[in-house]
């Protein structure tokens, strides 16, 4: 009985330092995906001829399956130059791509050798196997192969979904036939592991069939035998790797360990050339550092044409996006989440070893402020990423550090200042302090003082309650002496209707500065620092906007919304230009009315499995 407890016990120890050593090898295999942070989708296919939803036109029966096909004529690559694409890629600051090597109309960009195969090579005007040349140019530039592959096939005999409305067989009534499919589908992905030897498959379409109906274990041991660190995206019916939200940037962190947010320019993933509303660099840049600060990646799309071209506003946003991760390729690669936004009213990430942290800037001010560091006198220096020639410092009051900014050249989109100290940074609850509405009038530091101002009214305490304040700001009685700042009470006055009777502000995520709401919670205040380098975000937030206007002066701005899918009941994303010339010498306060009281979307963004 002592053997067997012993032998029991060796093989129970035996047992978990296997799972130990499995789970290693899973963290090491994902190490170079979770250091890229940035990657270069492609959805490139014979729909683009017509500039049509890829695949999803004919099944929605927007155009007949013949003419779909038809596409396949004029499908001539005449143009095409993976090396410059590769080049392209590279310059951006991608470190891996994923391309479409068949979407769900079933069209093979390569000379697969599958049992009745649509391919561009065989069948379209380009008479070209495409991806070979592609792969074989970015693998040069040292860049991560990735391949898309949709398990769904409409175009294919053997599939049993052909549209949105018919079906070719039941499989209940025909498994040999799905069984082919199967067959069909896993050749394929053998010639890609074999002639490729890709680093990544990124699976799409599994909604349609079971785990069990895909034989997705199967599939996924069929890959491991020719790659053991194959890294596959979760469109395995939940047998892959990481998390892969689609179109809806997260508004907190997703619960994987390793995520990715694909992602369009426009609001189209192949080519269509009437869809006009392209985010600007800007936006995209921001995307990026939104990913980046949860820890995760951008896998951003582009769409080239027919005949190969990449459309000059997506060379443009590729071009600009490369300017910005090269100055700040410290801040990019290899970095991890950030700090708590309790901690740092913004965007934020750490180095790998926990000794660097990285402030993103949105906008150009004198002072940023971090709250609850522990270890605040560790700091070794602080500097501008990418830019020597300009000079930051620091000050502390107890774990209140402020960084002071006022000899920062800006960046035209996002500033990055790292903060390097001597051991791994730690941090806590902010302590708090006692804000009293005396403090507040007769602090000489104006910045200072709006920023406390912002700060105790997003977290729900508001001062001004039965302070003498008035919703105008006209009669105000506040209590003023000979130390009061006046330009704190000007301010004050001007902006009472964001003060009076507003509580706690949208939750972290939402908006990646301090807000707070009106007691109808049907407005929205928005406290603005500095001076903007693009457009205010906001994320979110499901309620119609009525209108958009600066508090204290009643004027209307401008917003506009991207990434609001017809089909989709992920909010889209409300950008709000503020013009230079109407932004408060101090602090701006932008008030945004909704059509009803908020309504907040803070639920897990995942695949698109629907497209109406």
């Excluded at 804000?435 to 406390?452: F, P, Q």
Aim: charged share 25%; glycine share 6%.
């Amino acid at each position: 009985m002592k053997f067997r407890k012993v032998f029991l016990f060796v093989l129970l120890v035996s047992a978990c330092l296997n799972v130990s050593a499995q789970n290693k090898v899973s963290t090491q295999k994902m190490d170079w995906f979770e250091d890229a942070k940035l990657g270069i989708f492609i959805h490139w296919g014979i729909y683009s001829v017509d500039g049509i939803a890829e695949s999803w036109s004919f099944f929605n029966n927007y155009i007949s399956h013949d003419n779909y096909i038809k596409q396949l004529e004029e499908f001539t690559a005449n143009n095409y130059k993976p090396k410059e694409w590769a080049q392209l890629i590279k310059e951006a600051g991608a470190k891996y791509t994923v391309i479409t090597t068949k979407h769900h109309d079933g069209i093979s960009l390569w000379n697969t050798k599958a049992e009745r195969a649509t391919t561009t090579f065989g069948d379209a005007a380009a008479k070209q196997d495409v991806i070979t040349p592609f792969v074989h140019a970015i693998q040069e530039e040292g860049l991560h192969t990735g391949l898309y592959y949709s398990l769904p096939d409409w175009s294919h005999p053997y599939y049993d979904v052909f549209t949105r409305n018919r079906k070719r067989y039941q499989l209940a009534s025909e498994p040999k036939r799905w069984n082919n499919y199967v067959l069909y589908y896993q050749k394929q992905l053998t010639e890609l592991s074999e002639q490729y030897k890709p680093e990544l498959i990124w699976f799409d379409g599994d909604w349609e069939h079971s785990a069990e109906e895909w034989k997705a274990k199967e599939t996924l041991d069929l890959l491991r035998k020719y790659n053991p660190n194959i890294i596959i995206n979760s469109r395995l019916n939940h047998h892959g790797d990481y998390e892969t939200p689609e179109q809806g940037i997260p508004v907190m962190r997703p619960e994987a360990k390793f995520w990715e947010l694909c992602y369009t320019m426009n609001d189209s993933w192949g080519y269509q050339p009437f869809d006009k509303k392209y985010k600007s660099p800007n936006m995209i840049i921001r995307t990026l550092v939104d990913c980046i600060s949860m820890g995760g990646n951008l896998l951003l799309d582009i769409g080239p044409k027919a005949d190969g071209t990449i459309p000059p506003e997506q060379l443009n946003i590729l071009k600009q996006l490369g300017r910005w991760t090269r100055k700040h390729s410290a801040a990019v690669y290899g970095t991890r989440a950030g700090i708590p936004f309790e901690n740092y009213n913004g965007k934020s990430s750490l180095s790998k070893d926990g000794k660097t942290l990285y402030l993103y800037l949105y906008e150009q001010k004198s002072k940023a402020q971090l709250k609850g560091l522990l270890n605040y006198t560790a700091i070794k220096s602080v500097s501008v990423v990418g830019d020597t020639s300009s000079k930051v410092s620091v000050k502390s009051d107890d774990d209140n550090i402020w960084v002071n900014l006022a000899n920062v050249r800006f960046d035209q989109d996002v500033t990055v200042v790292a903060l390097e100290f001597g051991e791994k940074l730690r941090w806590g609850v902010p302590r708090t302090t006692q804000v009293t509405m005396r403090s507040i009038l007769d602090n000489k530091h104006t910045d200072g003082a709006l920023n406390e101002i912002a700060s105790t009214l997003h977290a729900g305490k508001n001062i001004f309650d039965n302070s003498g304040l008035t919703i105008d700001g006209m009669g105000t009685k506040l209590s003023t002496t000979n130390s009061t700042n006046p330009m704190v009470l000007k301010w004050i006055k001007k902006h009472a209707e964001a003060l009076f009777e507003t509580g706690r502000g949208l939750p972290e995520g939402h908006y990646e500065g301090l807000s707070t709401i009106s007691k109808d919670l049907q407005t929205l205040y928005l406290f603005v620092e500095g001076k903007p380098t693009g457009p205010i975000a906001l994320k979110g937030v499901k309620n119609a906007v009525a209108r958009v206007r600066l508090v204290g002066e009643g004027s209307m701005i401008n917003h506009e919304i991207f990434n609001k899918l017809y089909w989709s009941s992920i909010p889209g994303i409300i950008y709000i230009q503020v013009p230079d010339e109407r932004l408060d010498e101090n602090m701006t306060v932008i008030a945004v009315l909704l059509d009803s009281p908020i309504q907040l979307y803070r639920e897990k963004v995942g695949a698109i499995e629907n497209n109406l």
